[in-house]
């Protein structure tokens, strides 16, 4: 029985000669079926979501008060310290289609979906970084299903992202949960 194998589908002479063209684009080569300036800004939302989300968790691990805040501040820092990493992911891709992550303050409250928020509660807290995970959540679903197909590396970076922010949503309705004594969300 002989295998039958499939013709490479891309020329390779053709394959060098376009890598070869517009190299200034780095990875950003023809085929890419996205629109690169509308994928930045996109992601600098995202960016700047993450950055407010550092920010506020930061905070609210530093201002947590009560005889119940030890576990509830680990958590927090545990969420930032994940945040910021999801901010460098984001400003990494960024800057691999050529833009510049738009890190400057100025203006951080416009570009993000979510707020820094004014919690001074343990409670409200919690319930800030809930409502925050959830947009993130919402947003990223809706980037995912942007992206498909026509921009595969930044869908798979926005689905890893998303993951994580389900789990910081289930964390923080864990603990709404667990200081209030019953279930926050319906199903």
């Given at each position: ?41 996109l992601l600098q939302t995202a960016l700047a979501t993450e950055i407010v989300c ?69 409670i409200d807290m919690i319930k800030e970084n809930l409502i925050a995970e959830r ?53």
């Amino acid at each position: 029985m002989s295998v039958t194998t499939q013709p490479f589908i891309t020329d390779i002479a053709a394959l060098r000669k376009h890598a070869k063209e517009h190299i200034e684009r780095g990875p950003v080569t023809e085929n890419y079926e996205g629109n690169v300036q509308q994928t930045i800004d996109l992601l600098q939302t995202a960016l700047a979501t993450e950055i407010v989300c550092v920010l506020r968790y930061t905070m609210h691990a530093v201002a947590a008060a009560g005889i119940n805040s030890e576990r509830v501040k680990e958590e927090f820092e545990e969420h930032a310290a994940d945040e910021r990493l999801h901010m460098e992911k984001l400003a990494e891709r960024i800057n691999q289609l050529g833009g510049v992550p738009n890190m400057n303050p100025e203006g951080l409250h416009t570009r993000s979906a979510s707020e820094y928020g004014a919690a001074e509660e343990l409670i409200d807290m919690i319930k800030e970084n809930l409502i925050a995970e959830r947009i993130a959540v919402e947003h990223y679903r809706e980037l995912i299903r942007y992206f498909g197909d026509k921009d595969p590396t930044t869908r798979v970076l926005i689905e890893s992202l998303l993951a994580k922010e389900e789990e910081h949503a289930n964390d923080m309705h864990d603990l709404l949960v667990a200081k209030e004594g019953r279930p926050f969300l319906n199903n």
